[in-house]
């Protein structure tokens, strides 16, 4: 249970240090390439989109861990959930890794825009923003998959009940929206964006951990199967 309570403030912290990092390189990203003209000022503005990049590669590992930190939590449960959750957590921490390279290509473009002639500069253009179409759709890939493992967790915790249900149907709630608004985006429509889940789920994480009776509770069942499963004596009548 320790380990557990270790666990569960580890993965509380990534989910508040996530959320920071993920609005912070959002937020500078969004800054400089949607700028007007961002070809022409990106080479003054080349180490801020790197540090941009290097925030989102945090978020990436930490994508990653998530899977790993809480593959043992959920394995208690049900191991193909823990599995499930694991794949598709890598999954989104790739997709968000192609989305951190094409940013980073734009600053070779940019460079080469300032340098070229202006028989250059719109195929440039035209290139810097198919590489920024193609960050839009790596991203929304990556939230896709994010809505999808996080919905796993969800119905894990309402199952397993190491959180509060009304805690796991907010989430449910939550990615579910998220899950349907990054699919269409991915097919070419405006949604609405998700919640505040993972800042809340964070804080609850660190300060309450996970409901120690869940573990009991499996624990208890799991004596219960090897008791009924050990196997009597067989009593062999005697020929006597």
């Known amino acids: 249970m320790n380990t557990y309570r270790t666990t569960a403030r ?20 969004q800054s400089i390439l949607g700028a007007p003209d961002h070809l022409a000022t990106l080479p003054a503005n080349s180490m801020l989109l790197a540090i941009a990049a290097v925030l989102w590669l945090m978020a990436v590992a930490w994508d990653a861990a998530h899977g790993v930190l ?7 449960h049900s191991e193909r959930i823990a599995v499930g959750y694991l794949g598709f957590r890598i999954m989104d921490a790739l997709f968000i890794a192609i989305m951190v390279l094409f940013v980073l290509v734009q600053i070779p ?7 070229a002639g202006a028989s250059d500069a719109s195929y440039l253009q035209a290139l810097s923003t198919v590489f920024m179409q193609a960050q839009l759709d790596a991203y929304n890939i990556a939230m896709t998959t994010l809505g999808i493992s996080s919905l796993i967790l969800c119905y894990s915790f309402y199952k397993s009940k ?19 608004g990054s699919v269409l985006e991915v097919l070419g429509f405006n949604a609405i964006p998700g919640g505040l889940w993972e800042v809340f789920i964070g804080v609850w994480l660190i300060v309450k951990g996970f409901n120690p009776s869940a573990f009991a509770s499996e624990s208890a069942n799991l004596d219960d199967g090897v008791l009924t499963g050990v196997r009597q004596p067989t009593v062999v009548p005697s020929n006597g």
Do not use: C, H, N
């Open 109 to 115: 473009i940019g460079s080469e825009y300032v340098d």
């Open 162 to 180: 190491l959180v509060p249900r009304l805690l796991a149907v907010w989430g449910l709630v939550g990615y579910a929206t998220i899950l349907f």
């Open 10 to 29: 580890i993965v509380g912290a990534m989910y508040l240090a996530g959320f920071v990092v993920g609005i912070t390189g959002f937020v500078l990203i």
């Open 70 to 76: 809480m593959f043992p939590v959920l394995k208690q």
